[in-house]
């Protein structure tokens, strides 16, 4: 238990020890038998704890808290209303194990559920000591808080009634685990399965849920009379039973809402922590409607089952915050655009950034929805001291937000100033991760499109739409493209803006590997105006010469008997697929309508769509039929093998 050892550490810590004495007690006890299965023996915990009025204590399987320094009577432990025993490791494993669940699933879930409960207990007891304490120093009492039974602590002076007030107040909240909030009433661990297997679930499915939300053991397991005729006369409530979650949870927004069948609903359910928690079931509805109003639908959200647990977690305050951030005047992207851009997968960089999935709501030292020490107006420094680690977790995941949204305002101030965006619902479209790139290098390669390539500023606009990853590059590898582009008689004043605002991938190639032995093929079969033929195709320098042009250039040689020139007239025949396009019409052309392929110019086959081949060049009158039953027979003959041209 190495929480609780902190908290514990923590309030030694902040405890004075020479107003208070107090204390822990506690022994170790012989490790119970090991937990039977069908398959494998069951390791569990060597300890059960229990606790009473006035401390925590460790006690085996049957019996009573330890008894040292007349620190916790056999008396009080024999008094208290409940026993921690039923929510031991083990006792919960083999609960579990009675209900299918495997060997593995049922012991980590009975750890978690103890864990989750002794944190509690001693969170709370820890609480409603420092409200003692201070009450104590208030009055001026000395004598000892812990050594004595709560109905023995009493003092002779007029104030004592502060203390036996608070000490009432709070006794019942720190004597069971479940006092108030979500776990009011008497939890009951059998009842709690109970429910869950009339849903379905089944025992590794439990063992799932309680593994990674183990305050559900706390919950009431039905609705109660008051409760349902509080909803009778439509008040509120922010508890709910566990029936009530399962009910808008898993039946309602899985199985309704979003229509994923029972299999794929218990699935999400296992992965998605604090969604049967009060809390966890209204938060995954609020954004599941949000996304839904946004113009995403719930076919679409449902598809993605493996970022669906994710986008259930988020929290409905922060993804609005979003939206409102993205639909502003300085965005202006359309709310109907908002959904669908948020549901890829590539915004999750977006989404951890500004509505990052926090501790599940049941966590172990998540505080209780019934703090009571915010009920009871307490302000004790220590007690502050002692609850900061989840504070202080919460403060550092809301400051990284709000330095999140100060990037992103960064970000799009620059593109609007620098770069003359208008629509960033293009840009978000097709890289979501575009308001965390470097400002600084977004206003350098603006500048390096206006000053070097010369672009205008409509130009760059539309680039950067089309093409936002160009944003991320670094500006001196371009520059060498721009170098190597003029070197190869590119017109530096009318094409090179041309080719660059057409072809932005253009600038991503390296020269050495991609450009350089592109023109050096040019040249080798005798084009002398690489300039004037690249202006003319310029794709054609990220091609690959041995897998793409040296094919296409031997079979138009060998097989049609052509020179450089056809290319050098028609460099558009490089962008065609061999196989599907180029051999299909001439094989076409030579077998099936006895026209020779030599006189068959290479931009009149290729240029025209199939249909029009058909009619155009290879001059049928059924409109293109006969020639999509000879690709659909050539391209569905097995092995692929096909005669060969000579």
């Not at 582009?485 to 803006?497: K, Q, T």
């Amino acid at each position: 238990m190495p929480e609780t050892i902190k908290i514990v550490v923590a309030l030694l810590i902040a405890l004075r020890p020479d107003d208070v004495s107090w204390g822990f007690h506690c022994r170790p006890v012989v490790n119970p038998p090991e937990l039977p299965s069908s398959s494998s023996p069951l390791r569990v915990a060597s300890t059960t704890w229990a606790t009473s009025n006035d401390g925590v204590g460790i006690i085996s399987a049957g019996g009573t808290a330890a008894e040292e320094g007349g620190g916790v009577s056999s008396s009080s432990s024999s008094s208290s209303s409940w026993s921690l025993g039923r929510y031991d490791a083990r006792g919960v494993a083999l609960k579990l194990r009675a209900l299918g669940a495997d060997v593995d699933a049922s012991i980590a879930a009975g750890d978690a559920v103890q864990d989750y409960v002794l944190a509690r207990v001693a969170r709370r007891r820890i609480r409603r000591f420092l409200r003692e304490r201070d009450a104590m120093w208030e009055s001026g009492r000395t004598a000892p808080l812990l050594l004595l039974p709560l109905d023995r602590r009493r003092d002779d002076d007029d104030d004592d009634v502060d203390v036996r007030t608070t000490s009432s107040a709070t006794a019942g909240a720190a004597s069971s685990p479940g006092g108030g909030g979500e776990g009011s009433g008497s939890p009951d661990l059998d009842d709690v399965l109970g429910v869950m297997t009339e849903y379905g679930l089944t025992g590794n499915d439990i063992s799932a849920v309680l593994a990674h939300t183990p305050g559900v053991v706390m919950m009431r397991a039905r609705m109660t009379e008051d409760e349902a005729l509080i909803d009778a006369t439509d008040g509120e409530r922010e508890s709910f039973s566990l029936e009530e979650t399962l009910d808008r949870a898993f039946v309602g927004l899985l199985g309704d809402t979003l229509k994923l069948r029972r299999y794929d609903a218990r699935k999400v359910l296992r992965a998605t922590a604090g969604l049967l928690t009060s809390r966890g079931s209204s938060s995954a509805v609020q954004v599941v409607r949000l996304m839904i109003a946004l113009g995403s639908s719930a076919s679409s959200i449902a598809r993605d089952k493996s970022s669906l647990p994710t986008l259930l977690r988020r929290s409905p305050a922060l993804m609005f915050r979003l939206v409102a951030f993205l639909s502003s005047a300085q965005l202006r992207v359309p709310l109907s655009a908002i959904g669908p851009i948020l549901r890829q997968r590539q915004s999750a960089e977006l989404l951890d950034a500004v509505a990052p999935v926090g501790r599940p709501p049941a966590a172990p030292y998540a505080r209780d929805d019934d703090d009571d020490a915010a009920a009871s107006g307490t302000n004790s420094t220590a007690e502050s001291e002692i609850m900061a680690y989840p504070k202080s977790d919460s403060a550092i995941r809301q400051r990284r937000i709000e330095e999140s949204y100060r990037t992103m305002e960064g970000v799009a101030d620059a593109l609007r100033r620098s770069a003359g965006i208008r629509d960033f619902r293009k840009i978000l479209s097709s890289h979501p991760g575009v308001f965390f790139l470097n400002v600084t290098n977004i206003h350098l390669i603006t500048h390096f499109l206006r000053d070097d390539v010369g672009m205008t500023r409509d130009d760059i606009a539309k680039v950067i739409q089309a093409f936002p990853t160009l944003l991320e590059q670094d500006v001196s590898r371009m520059g060498k493209v721009v170098e190597f582009l003029i070197s190869i008689d590119v017109d530096e004043a009318d094409d090179l803006p041309s080719i660059l605002r057409s072809f932005p991938t253009t600038l991503l190639l390296d020269v050495e590997r991609d450009m350089m032995p592109v023109v050096s093929f040019l040249r080798d079969i005798g084009v002398r105006n690489i300039g004037r033929f690249v202006t003319r195709i310029p794709p054609v320098l990220g091609y690959s010469v041995d897998d793409d042009m040296r094919p296409k250039w031997d079979f138009l040689r060998e097989v049609c008997q052509f020179d450089y020139f056809e290319v050098v007239r028609f460099p558009a025949y490089f962008s065609y697929p061999l196989e599907r396009v180029i051999k299909m019409r001439y094989e076409y052309l030579r077998d099936c309508k006895g026209i020779p392929i030599q006189l068959a110019r290479v931009d009149d086959v290729l240029r025209f769509g199939d249909r029009d081949f058909a009619t155009e060049i290879a001059l049928d009158d059924d409109d293109g039929v006969a020639y999509a039953k000879f690709v659909e027979e050539r391209s569905c003959s097995h092995g692929g093998r096909r005669k060969k041209l000579k």
